[in-house]
């Protein structure tokens, strides 16, 4: 009898690939556990059996795997299940869903790149032979390919041995270019070795008998150690001695106290934090409990519609709290930005060290742990807090499922494949544990609010701020005729100043939105009209002042600001439209004496950079906060009272069959981070047509009419949710084959689906690191089989591949594009 085991590899690869093993390696097998296997001429990958069989494969001849490389599956049932939905669902392979739905530490191939850990500390004698050579060739060499590797120590089957250093910390992957997480180091003290007998000591006090002062802290730390039994922190000393940085800094240098750090997380609060007790619910969100409590126990899935700051978290925190108090798994997942120290604390506060946070910027180690811990279903892990990939966790029991935030289009994965929506998937799995999803959201997405309608959801509210705190007031400024009579001061109205200037002298915090960085969208040669492009793309470059930089926000490309025009030699520069950037050069003008911040992708890149501004924010070292987007994602500022929105225009004008919906839910979270407690908040929104019926309905919070207006504009363009949507991007460097090979895709397109198809056409920017790009968008009305229309598609895609002018074109598949 033959043996053999069908891989899934993580690469784009249609089918699965098989693979032979021997008599007892078939034994062991289980699908789930990974293999390292051979690949083309000499790659290596890491590999997930699927199924062990006898079937030898028909066409080629079956290679051997080279090693085992788990005990245990890695990846449950219920996950592959999944992932094929995903890959089905989403037109991708399961190579690519396996790819991007486990860390990278499980995927070493013979490309992966090596390094030492440096932060570990290692203990030689605790390595393996082989271990130790591995060790000692990235002592010579800072970064080895797996490849390298295998050469050095002479031996194929490497991957296991990288496998136990990577267990061990000693190495990491380079591909790890993000920040590691860097703990935050607290200063403790202790009294110095040398003082540690009784003689000692009293020789020391005697000594410090003439410097009360000093004494005093010895006595202090005493005092503390006895109360608290822990560990003395240095800033804890000083307020209980009352001494000076200085005193305590002269006794340490004498090493009369011995100083050290200690890190503690900044995310990961102290274990030894008092836990405290669920808040009681008031009436309004009892009511809102009470009827997605009852939809639960049909199984179905619920949307939570409660305003901003109604308490929605507190409601998520009863569910989490029924769900664990049953023995079972619940995740909690929010856009990326959302993740912030201030939730994860207040869950940690209720939940204490079940709560686990899954990050793409923690390091690879401490995702391998949330990983197995998941795995193994410990305590430790019950309650996973993460962004979308958090889905991807290896749960054995999952009891529910909160997707806050649900309308973000951040839950739709972009690229690469898997092209999935966080919040669908997690219906889907869900349902394969029998388990229940809360959707949570101020502003619903029209899909969500449209399933609730057919009755595919269940529906809770809560339309009361908590605190009974009013929705702030707002009030639109026109500022067409305030610009044309020159009565702007800069980008700000009178209004708007007026109101920023009581906000100040009242000493209340202020925020202002403008959904663009930098200083200026385009510069402009009022000369001749030139504005500078990008090389490798079809779109002006932004000026960025702070480093006098022209920066294309696509690729990245950055050029020195010209003193004079590059066309026509001109010095007559001017910049169009303006960005966060220049909103706070014009603000630190006008009030010289207050603290201003930004809060853009430019500002929040460096270490913990986000975490850093809204800290200081909190910390209300900063009066006014200027930002992008970024700045509406379910922050809990409290002492905000006046929020101001730049410009909404440009939010209303996007050409998007979503841009209204955005621009309503966008202006109506920022508009909710405006007085959160007692006092009623003020917003002001500055447009140049303010009778913009979206603008409208944010000022009055018609959800509803939002909805239904835009439920009928998309039943007359035939738009999701009435209809489903697949998009085709065609990608390629040469624009006429580009042209030529969507022309042909789409002709065959139109074959079968007639006026359903729309396109080919070039997105806004049509060519992006130099590649050019071209959409088609096919419609598919509720009467037509989701699952042929993607089986027609695939045909006309081997076909098209069949030709061999168009192989190079790359076809990408977005389904439920959003
Ligand atoms: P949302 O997520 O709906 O915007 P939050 O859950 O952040 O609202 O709640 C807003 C504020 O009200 C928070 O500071 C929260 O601590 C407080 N809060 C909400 N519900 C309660 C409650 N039942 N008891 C005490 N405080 C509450
Ligand atoms: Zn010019
Ligand atoms: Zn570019």
Redesign the pocket.
């Known amino acids: 009898m033959q043996y053999f085991v069908n891989v899934i590899l993580p690469i784009p690869l249609e089918k699965l690939f098989t693979y032979s093993v021997s008599e007892s390696e078939a034994g062991i097998l289980l699908p789930g556990i990974r293999v390292a296997v051979p690949f083309g001429k000499s790659k290596i990958y890491t590999g997930l059996v699927h199924e062990v069989h006898n079937r030898p494969p028909t066409v080629y001849e079956a290679k051997e795997i080279h090693q085992i490389l788990d005990d245990i599956p890695l990846v449950t049932k219920i996950q592959l299940q999944h992932w094929q939905w995903i890959a089905d669902y989403y037109m991708c392979t399961i190579g690519e869903v396996f790819r991007t739905a486990v860390p990278s530490a499980f995927l070493l191939e013979s490309e992966t790149l090596i390094l030492r850990n440096k932060t570990a500390e290692i203990d030689e004698s605790d390595l393996k032979d082989d271990e130790f050579l591995v060790f000692e060739a990235l002592e010579h060499q800072p970064v080895l390919r797996v490849q390298e590797i295998s050469a050095i120590i002479d031996r194929k089957n490497v991957l296991p041995v990288l496998e136990r250093l990577m267990h061990k910390k000693i190495i990491n992957l380079k591909e790890e270019v993000y920040e590691q997480y860097k703990p935050k180091l607290i200063r403790y003290v202790q009294l110095g070795a040398e003082y540690n007998t009784e003689e000692a000591l009293e020789a020391l006090l005697k000594t410090l008998s003439r410097a009360p002062k000093q004494s005093q802290v010895i006595l202090s730390l005493f005092q503390l150690q006895a109360v608290t039994k822990k560990p003395v922190k240095v800033t804890d000393l000083e307020t209980e001695s009352g001494a000076s940085k200085a005193i305590i800094k002269s006794l340490i240098d004498k090493n009369i106290l011995d100083e050290y750090l200690i890190r503690t997380d900044r995310v990961n609060y102290e274990p030894t934090i008092n836990t405290s007790d669920i808040?009681?619910?008031?009436e309004y969100?009892q009511n809102a409990l009470q009827d997605i409590q009852k939809n639960f126990s049909e199984n179905k899935p619920t949307l939570l519609h409660?305003?901003?700051?109604?308490?929605?978290?507190?409601?998520y925190v009863k569910l989490i709290e029924d769900c664990i108090g049953s023995g079972k798994q619940a995740l909690y997942l929010l856009p990326e930005i959302a993740l912030t120290a201030q939730l994860i604390g207040?869950l940690q506060e209720y939940f204490g060290e079940k709560v686990s946070v899954y990050h793409s910027k923690y390091s690879i180690h401490e995702r391998v742990e949330v990983w197995n811990n998941v795995l193994q279903n410990r305590p430790k892990a019950q309650i996973i807090l993460g962004a979308r990939s958090a889905l991807f966790m290896p749960f054995t029991d999952l009891g529910l499922i909160i997707v806050?935030e649900e309308h973000e289009s951040s839950f739709k994965q972009y690229d690469p494949a898997p092209r999935y929506h966080a919040r669908d998937a997690a219906i889907i799995l869900s349902n394969m544990f029998g388990g229940n999803v809360l959707l949570?959201s101020?502003t619903p997405s029209v899909e969500s609010f449209y399933n609730v309608s057919q009755d595919k959801y269940g529906y809770a509210s809560?339309d009361r701020?908590?605190?009974n705190v009013l929705l702030p007031d707002m009030e639109l400024v026109g500022i067409k005729e305030q610009t044309r009579k020159k009565r702007m001061k800069g980008h700000f109205s009178e209004r708007l100043l007026q109101e920023i200037t009581e906000a100040l002298h009242i000493g209340e915090q202020i925020i202002l939105f403008q959904n663009r960085r930098g200083f200026a969208p385009i510069v402009e040669c009022t000369t001749c009209g030139h504005s500078p492009q990008c090389p490798n793309c079809d779109v002006s470059l932004t000026f960025h002042q702070y480093k006098n930089q022209l920066r294309c926000h696509y690729c990245g490309h950055h050029t020195a600001v010209q003193q004079s025009c590059m066309a026509c030699g001109s010095p007559t520069l001017d910049t169009k439209g303006f960005g966060t950037e220049q909103v706070q050069q014009e603000l630190q003008k006008l009030y010289p004496d207050v603290n201003v911040g930004r809060m853009d992708l430019d500002t929040t890149r460096g270490k913990h950079g986000y975490e850093k501004i809204i800290t200081s924010f909190e910390n209300q070292e900063l009066d006014i906060l200027v930002g992008t987007q970024m700045l509406t994602k379910?922050l809990?500022f409290?002492n905000v009272g006046l929020v101001g929105i730049m410009n909404a225009d440009t939010l209303l004008n996007f050409p998007d069959y979503r841009a209204h919906e955005r621009s309503f839910q966008l202006l109506t979270q920022v508009a909710?981070r405006a007085g959160?407690?007692q006092k009623r908040g003020k917003v002001i929104i500055q447009s140049y047509n303010p009778y913009h019926q979206i603008l409208k309905q944010v000022t009055t919070s018609d959800y509803v009419g939002m909805y239904n207006e835009q439920l009928y504009e998309r039943e007359q363009y035939k738009y999701p949710p009435i209809n489903r949507i697949i998009k085709v991007t065609f990608k390629h460097k040469d624009y006429n084959k580009l042209n030529e090979a969507a022309e042909w895709f789409t002709k065959s397109l139109r074959n079968i689906f007639r006026e359903n198809v729309l396109g080919p056409e070039y997105p806004p920017v049509a060519r992006i690191r130099n590649q050019y790009l071209k959409h088609v968008l096919v419609k598919i009305p509720k009467t037509q089989s989701l699952k042929k229309t993607k089986q027609g598609i695939k045909r006309i895609e081997a076909s098209f591949n069949a030709i061999s002018a168009y192989r190079s074109v790359r076809v990408i598949y977005n389904v439920d594009h959003i």
């Open positions: 808040k009681a619910l008031n969100q409660g305003i901003t700051s109604s308490g929605k978290t507190e409601v207040r806050d949570g101020a809560i701020r908590y605190g379910g809990d409290r909710g959160r407690t």
